[in-house]
């Protein structure tokens, strides 16, 4: 007999169908053909380089700090909407690694239980049925999936090659714009590596302006860039009118599970995000807010970080190049973005990036991530765990890169 809750599922997650669709999503995929792969081959090491996550631990004095509060009896209750002195802490840092000058402590400043419920916040706070949010893709679909959820839709824009991986603002028709209300971005991008330009955030500002549109800049990746200073969206002049910044403590600081974020900004938005936030959680536990703050006044911290994923990906573009994959340096994040080849030359297809993808796990034993939203590609990452008693070791980085490289010399892939 069927419970009666099966029919009372909400239609946002499939109503009364929900669990029953046979969809097998991406991220599902990849685990079931890790472990088959696995199985199939018992003595032979699988490299996960598929994992968007740090490798490493929090920084010791940051874990230090993180102890230390949590002994302290009056750090014991809700933080609600979050510690005034994190709040105090973010203007410095964004003036010192950002350049960003004037921001307000009291009123352009809030924490978050990390970007991902930020982003999906974001969406309580402006749509409405029929509101569109624009988002590019590939990307992290948080924030368009609540746009969906609130019974909004959702105008994707394709990053695409040839654009430099940057939205084509031009080409959003009259009647999106119109009911547009959200401009989600997220740069250096997740997957593809790819790097504003002031000149982009000035024609994202004018185009915010002209359409009366906010921006959600997602900056996860914010201060891991290669070959150029980190480039906070809030630099340009007018920003702040139209939009804010989400910026992680995950990727800077080694701090995934830890779940803090801070939103920075306009004050009206950040003043309805606290409104919808405050009606969603307590806050974040107050001793996880202190250990934020000391990496907010320690920024080397991820200066050490950025040395090793950009010495990781350096020797990555080497490799894939004499692969024969068209492998560049990221202008941020820690992945290369590969064009998946179409085959090999002893005869095998790859019609999609993800077949290609479950051609490495199986065959290979090499983990990755496909996205065929705008061209068929893999996301490769530079996180992946490389240690030798206990510590970060550039010796064991090296031996898992000559593998990859040994594992694949021997096939020759059509492009």
């Not at 029953?20 to 380089?49: G, H, S, W």
């Not at 891991?224 to 910044?245: C, N």
């Not at 340096?329 to 820690?334: A, E, H, L, Y």
């Not at 019609?351 to 496909?370: G, Q």
Request: proline share 5%; charged share 30%; aromatic share 12%.
């Amino acid at each position: 007999m069927e419970s009666y809750i099966q029919n009372l599922f909400a239609e946002r997650i499939g109503g009364k169908n929900f669990g029953k669709e046979e969809v097998i999503y991406k991220f599902e995929k990849i685990k079931r053909a890790k472990l088959e792969a696995m199985r199939k081959y018992p003595d032979v090491e699988l490299i996960d380089m598929g994992v968007g996550e740090p490798d490493e631990m929090a920084d010791p004095r940051v874990i230090e700090v993180l102890c230390r509060e949590a002994k302290k009896y009056e750090n014991r209750g809700y933080a609600d909407n979050g510690i005034q002195e994190l709040k105090d802490a973010v203007p410095e840092y964004m003036e010192k690694v950002y350049g960003v000058k004037g921001i307000d402590p009291v009123n352009e400043v809030i924490h978050s239980i990390g970007s991902k419920s930020a982003l999906a916040y974001i969406a309580a706070v402006f749509i409405n049925p029929g509101d569109i949010t624009l988002t590019t893709v590939p990307g992290y679909p948080i924030t368009a999936t609540h746009t969906r959820w609130y019974g909004g839709k959702v105008y994707n824009l394709p990053l695409l090659e040839e654009n430099n991986f940057l939205p084509d603002l031009e080409s959003i028709p009259d009647d999106v714009r119109r009911k547009a209300k959200i401009l989600y971005l997220n740069y250096p991008n997740n997957p593809t590596g790819a790097q504003a330009t002031v000149e982009f955030y000035r024609e994202v500002v004018d185009f915010a302006q002209d359409n009366n549109i906010i921006v959600v800049q997602d900056a996860a990746y914010g201060p891991l860039t290669y070959g150029s200073e980190p480039l906070s969206f809030l630099s340009i002049e007018g920003a702040k009118e139209v939009g804010v910044e989400i910026h992680s403590f995950s990727k800077a600081f080694n701090m995934t599970g830890w779940r803090l974020a801070f939103l920075v900004g306009n004050e009206l938005i950040i003043k309805g995000f606290a409104t919808v936030k405050d009606n969603f959680d307590s806050g974040q536990f107050i001793p996880i807010q202190k250990a934020g703050i000391y990496c907010l006044k320690h920024p080397e911290i991820t200066e050490r970080i950025r040395k090793k994923y950009e010495r990781r990906l350096r020797k990555m573009v080497r490799i894939f190049r004499e692969l024969g994959f068209d492998a560049k340096m990221p202008g941020g994040t820690f992945y290369l973005y590969l064009k998946a080849p179409k085959g090999t030359r002893d005869g095998k297809v790859f019609r999609n990036a993800e077949e290609f993808s479950e051609y490495l796990i199986r065959e290979k034993l090499i983990s990755t991530v496909p996205w065929d939203d705008a061209g068929s590609y893999i996301r490769v990452a530079a996180c992946f765990p490389a240690f030798k008693d206990g510590k970060v070791s550039e010796e064991e980085e090296d031996r898992i890169l000559e593998e990859v490289k040994n594992r694949l010399s021997d096939v020759e892939f059509i492009f």
